[in-house]
């Protein structure tokens, strides 16, 4: 793939960030009631059109974008100073967002079932003692939240440092090279004359002319002898 058509693909993948932010903003506008105070209000809301609508689209489709979104990124990042931390902060957040889909899933199609027996009569249902899913849920829960805030914080330290001057695959490096070559006098090729007075300057501070040649001029004679003498146009 040529270099324009990935540097557009990348751009496309980062949108998946900020639209990531505003269906996770969408989806969270209406609260949800609280299950151990208002058990039969929450039943009522977890079964609604709305409530899978909004956790289809807004949660799940947005973790979605967020990992399209991240890898763009990290793709970015690994061409710039910061590419090892980019890649790391890439490998954590998308990881942390993988893990959290199959919760929300959970959320979006298995809670509905369960609002529905509360509001058939089932409250034995929520009596039920935990099982072993129910813990490993849990400790799932506590690595999606300890993934994401580990990456989201290497993802701002690889943004700050490649953000920085010399930052990009032509910065410090490079530049350093640039001001090398110009102090050392012993990089440049001697085949000319001329590169014994430039090329010098690292290694002398007096600037000569001994080197330089300029071709002798004719020198025109009253007497119609077109000769020169032997020192005649040469400089010393």
């Known amino acids: 793939m040529s270099t324009p058509n990935t540097t557009r693909w990348i751009g496309i993948g980062l949108l998946g960030l900020p639209l990531y932010g ?32 909004g956790h289809l689209f807004g949660s799940i489709l947005g ?3 967020l990992i399209f979104g991240v890898f763009a990124l990290g793709v970015y990042l690994a061409t710039s100073r ?7 902060a890439m490998f954590l957040t998308v ?7 199959p919760l929300q899933g959970v ?15 089932l409250e034995e249902f929520e009596a ?3 099982i072993f899913a129910n813990t490993v849920a849990g400790l799932t829960g506590l690595v999606v939240i300890l ?17 920085e001057v010399g930052g990009s695959p032509l910065g410090w490096g490079q530049r350093v090279d640039v001001l090398e070559s110009c102090v050392r006098s012993d990089d440049r090729p001697r085949e000319h004359p001329v590169h014994g007075a430039i090329g010098g300057c690292g290694a002398s501070d007096k600037w000569g002319v001994d080197g330089l040649e300029r071709a002798a001029p ?10 020169r003498g032997p020192t005649e146009g040469a400089i010393t």
């Open 147 to 163: 993934l994401g805030f580990v990456g989201h914080i290497l993802v701002g330290v690889a943004l700050r440092d490649a953000a």
């Open 82 to 88: 910061a590419g090892r931390m980019g890649l790391w």
């Open 95 to 101: 990881l942390g967002s993988a893990l959290f889909l």
């Open 107 to 121: 959320s979006t199609f298995a809670v509905p079932e369960e609002g529905q027996a509360v509001l058939a009569g």
């Open 218 to 227: 004719i020198l025109h004679c009253p007497r119609g002898r077109g000769s």
């Open 22 to 53: 505003a269906l996770t903003f969408w989806s969270s506008l209406e609260g949800q009631p609280d299950p151990d105070t208002q058990l039969e209000a929450w039943a009522r809301f977890v079964t609604t059109n709305e409530y899978v609508i």
């Open 128 to 130: 039920l003692p935990d």
């Open 63 to 65: 973790l979605i974008f």
